[in-house]
């Protein structure tokens, strides 16, 4: 049954459509300090967050009417019967995930990242309890643990996790609201409204478009490993859970950094050079100034990714493997996995830093790039799976080329774009889009 628990991973690149749209324009609109008031920033801060519980509480709806058919599409057919269960108590991940995720996004683009900490860390806590009482070999009660036990444990420490970070979030709002209150004359309002939404939606709709595309391509290509077998696609599970715990973990840490940063240094420099100002030419020194937080990234990423890496391949990958999976077919096939496309991973790791640049100061090119990546690339190869007969002993073949190519094609994509974005910046040919709602009244930002 642990291919019936990658349902939950696959569920949660349909929810991460709706996380990767409001919340990923949080750097450019709310992490501006520079033009934006501070209870500007909150009020917009608290409509993305209403906005997101609601839109996930409706996706965790359809997800449980449509359990049979999300089952059909990730669930091999020979455990697909008794995954029904298991699907419908994940579908509430919705939920939990589009709270957590526009809370973190909100909280960490104003530079309070303990609240993702405090969410984070109840998460782990909770974990640990929950596991000790019902899952371990001297759980509480005559029960006999199952997979369904397993997501119900996850499900109470992400809705958990979730509500506390709310509470923390509008606790540490209100106290920045009354702070920033303190010997100003001015009563504007963080109530949210549709005209924050509105602001957010501006550049929110391109960070939208691009994770729509990038991940309906994704599960276009996983319904194909899926009709793998059980063995290839637990295997293809248990290389996601190494993937996400051991190696994204670290980069995507960066990233939000990265993006809380960048996205500080635009508004300085918009604010500097007039955010009237559509055609701004920017110095090297201005330019190094906006993407100094992005190449730092880089640098720790790379001492922190290459040397993991290495260790994977020459001695983690199958042992860890078979200690996930319980199964010598399972981890000999997912050693061969890493072995393969490891070192492709470097190079996401250094694209995903250096997209930061794009997507905190202009996430149109940040679509751009995706775009170029995913319609010249991933989409002829997911025509190409259509025709190429494939079998679990040559599936492989195929699937690294896709998934590491990928990887390898972006990072060529993200360092063009960044190039012509700094081109284009140093010879103040690039227009800079309006953005409405700052704290002078019509700004660009």
Known sequence: MVVTTDVYTYIGVI???????????????????SSRSLLSRLRISHSMVVTQITLGTLLSIIFIAAAPQLAAAFVPAEVRAASLTYVRISSFSALSSSTEVAVSACTRALDRPDV??????????????????LMSTFHVGTHTPTVNTQAVIRLGCDMSAAAVGLLYFLY??????????VGSSGGESVTPTIAAVGILLRPGIFTLIESAIRNALYLWLISGIVAMGSD??????????IRWGLIMVPVQALEQASLAFVGHAWGRWRATVGTGNLRAKATRGDLFDITKPALRSTAIVLCVEVPLCIFLAVWGAKPFAFYLSQSDAVASITGKMWRTIDWCYIFYAISTQLAT????????????????????????????????????????????????????????????????????????????????????????S
């Open 172 to 181: 540490t709002t209100t106290r920045l609201r009354r702070s920033s209150e």
């Open 357 to 444: 640049i794009l997507l905190a100061t202009q996430p149109r090119w940040y679509l751009y790039q995706s775009l170029m990546s995913n319609i010249l690339y991933i989409l002829p190869w997911c025509i190409a799976l259509t025709i190429i007969e494939m079998t679990p002993e040559n599936a492989w073949k195929y699937h690294a080329v896709i998934f590491g190519g990928s990887l390898v094609v972006s990072w060529v994509i993200v360092m063009v774009m960044v190039g012509l974005w700094a081109g284009k910046l140093l010879k103040g040919t690039m227009r800079l889009g309006l953005v409405y709602g700052g704290s002078r009244g019509v700004l660009a």
């Open 232 to 241: 290839y696609a637990t295997a293809w599970g248990v290389f996601n859970t």
């Open 116 to 133: 993702p900490l405090l969410i984070s860390s109840c998460k782990f806590i909770i974990n640990i309890v929950l596991d000790l009482l």
């Open 15 to 33: 929810i991460e459509v709706l996380n990767e749209g409001l919340p990923r324009a949080a750097w450019v609109i709310i992490g501006d300090q």
